[in-house]
């Protein structure tokens, strides 16, 4: 478990020290392309600010600090992250990865990199011996999403890790829904973490960004090169907003956690709802994994409405606190339909498979007064029923 005092602090003042030259106590947002440099080849640490920036480099050791990690990379949104950590396979090598999880993660795997010659199996890791089935002799990375998205399951990362380290394969924790406060894989065993830093990271819904961190020294080289070669980072305004954000990460995510479990708690006893997809509910399968796995079941919240895709719809349209948009993780509180929204690009017939129906419906919970969003629920039942 993470020791709290230490990643608040951790929060406010890794990688971050005050201005030299002005004892600024704000990181700088260094707006430049090159840097100027005593000679040929003499420079200060920085060259040219796709290869290093100020701003940025803060921000990598700051959320590398949070994780447990020595090296931190930072990218211009999630899927940049991801394809980073993807671009370290080769033509031939193949890919095991949870069948549940972020519609642009499918299309980068099933459209993108399978192109190139990098193949994927999708395995439900509840499934028992199912992972093991799926390893091939040229299988090279293990990806989890966990919880996952949107269906909300938990897998066990400590198992997972030890399954693929008897056959020496890495693997990959998307931890975006967990954030470090509640989740650090890296201790878990995990080879690499990635983050879409535009959500909890951020928190506020105005920043894009994605996050690689790692205790490889091997992994490392290999995502700095690639951070370079591909040039897909992040402006140093992205990056201070980031590490703006992060300085209230642990105080934002208890809030979320408190308001999710009061909200989830709600849908499970309302009439109109099916089911609620929610680790922190003790009905939930993997319940027992995520006291022993996290420090809290998160801000997010999936749930099946009764009445089909029409009844979703009107459902999503009359909300008012919860806005209908696509994203999560910042202070204000979201609602989107998975099978319209982020997982458009996930097949029918998989969606099928994974139970992503038409009345499944996901809720980003925010941090506002949680009997307002209680009662802007209450309210959005009555008008579309």
């Given at each position: 478990?993470?020791e709290?005092?230490?990643?608040?602090?951790?929060?406010?003042?890794?990688g971050?020290?005050?201005?030299?030259?002005?004892?600024?106590?704000?990181?700088?947002?260094y707006?430049?392309?090159?840097?100027v440099?005593?000679?040929?080849?003499?420079?200060k640490?920085?060259?040219?600010?796709?290869?290093?920036?100020?701003?940025?480099?803060?921000?990598?050791?700051?959320?590398?600090?949070?994780?447990?990690?020595?090296?931190g990379?930072?990218?211009?949104?999630?899927?940049?992250?991801?394809?980073?950590?993807?671009?370290?396979?080769?033509?031939?090598?193949?890919?095991?990865?949870?069948?549940?999880?972020?519609?642009?993660?499918?299309?980068?795997?099933?459209?993108?990199?399978?192109?190139?010659?990098?193949?994927?199996?999708?395995?439900?890791?509840?499934?028992?011996?199912?992972?093991?089935k799926?390893?091939l002799?040229?299988?090279?990375?293990?990806?989890?999403?966990?919880?996952?998205?949107?269906?909300?399951?938990?897998i066990?990362?400590?198992?997972?890790?030890?399954?693929?380290?008897?056959?020496?394969?890495?693997?990959?924790?998307?931890?975006t829904?967990?954030?470090?406060y509640?989740?650090?894989?890296l201790?878990l065993?995990?080879?690499?973490?990635?983050?879409?830093?535009?959500?909890?990271?951020?928190?506020?819904?105005?920043?894009?960004?994605?996050?690689?961190?790692?205790?490889?020294?091997?992994?490392?080289?290999?995502?700095?090169?690639?951070?370079?070669?591909?040039?897909?980072?992040?402006?140093?305004?992205?990056?201070?907003?980031?590490?703006?954000?992060?300085k209230?990460?642990?105080v934002?995510?208890?809030?979320?956690?408190?308001?999710?479990?009061?909200?989830?708690?709600f849908?499970?006893?309302?009439?109109?709802?099916?089911?609620?997809?929610?680790p922190?509910?003790?009905?939930?399968?993997?319940?027992?994994?995520c006291?022993?796995?996290?420090?809290?079941p998160?801000?997010?919240?999936?749930?099946?409405?009764?009445?089909?895709?029409e009844?979703?719809?009107?459902?999503?349209?009359?909300?008012?606190?919860?806005?209908?948009?696509?994203?999560?993780?910042?202070?204000?509180?979201?609602?989107?339909?998975?099978?319209?929204?982020?997982?458009?690009a996930?097949?029918?017939?998989i969606?099928?498979?994974?139970?992503?129906?038409?009345?499944?419906?996901?809720?980003?919970?925010?941090?506002?007064?949680?009997t307002?969003?209680?009662?802007?629920?209450k309210?959005a039942?009555?008008?579309?029923?």
């Amino acid at each position: 478990m993470i020791e709290q005092t230490k990643f608040a602090t951790q929060c406010i003042h890794a990688g971050q020290k005050p201005d030299l030259e002005t004892g600024a106590i704000m990181t700088p947002v260094y707006f430049t392309s090159t840097y100027v440099q005593d000679g040929p080849g003499k420079h200060k640490g920085y060259e040219y600010s796709r290869t290093q920036n100020p701003t940025r480099k803060a921000l990598e050791e700051n959320i590398a600090a949070l994780e447990g990690g020595q090296y931190g990379f930072c990218f211009a949104s999630g899927c940049a992250a991801t394809s980073a950590i993807l671009m370290c396979l080769s033509a031939g090598d193949h890919i095991v990865a949870v069948d549940d999880l972020y519609g642009g993660t499918y299309r980068l795997m099933t459209q993108v990199f399978a192109r190139l010659g990098i193949t994927t199996t999708f395995v439900d890791f509840h499934k028992a011996e199912a992972l093991d089935k799926a390893l091939l002799p040229n299988t090279k990375l293990v990806w989890i999403e966990t919880p996952t998205n949107p269906m909300l399951k938990l897998i066990d990362i400590e198992k997972v890790c030890a399954l693929a380290k008897k056959r020496n394969i890495a693997v990959a924790i998307d931890n975006t829904f967990a954030t470090p406060y509640l989740q650090q894989p890296l201790a878990l065993g995990a080879d690499l973490v990635v983050h879409s830093t535009t959500k909890y990271m951020g928190g506020h819904s105005d920043v894009i960004g994605g996050a690689v961190v790692t205790n490889s020294p091997a992994f490392a080289k290999q995502i700095a090169f690639i951070q370079n070669a591909v040039g897909a980072v992040p402006s140093p305004m992205d990056a201070f907003l980031v590490l703006r954000g992060l300085k209230t990460l642990h105080v934002r995510m208890q809030r979320h956690v408190e308001n999710a479990l009061q909200v989830a708690d709600f849908l499970a006893k309302h009439p109109a709802v099916e089911r609620v997809y929610y680790p922190g509910l003790s009905s939930h399968p993997d319940y027992a994994l995520c006291i022993k796995q996290m420090r809290g079941p998160g801000g997010m919240i999936s749930f099946v409405i009764k009445g089909g895709l029409e009844q979703a719809k009107r459902f999503l349209c009359a909300t008012t606190l919860f806005s209908c948009a696509e994203s999560l993780g910042g202070v204000e509180s979201l609602i989107e339909h998975p099978a319209l929204m982020t997982h458009a690009a996930v097949p029918p017939e998989i969606r099928a498979q994974l139970g992503i129906d038409d009345g499944l419906i996901r809720l980003s919970v925010g941090i506002e007064d949680v009997t307002d969003l209680l009662g802007d629920l209450k309210t959005a039942f009555a008008k579309s029923m």
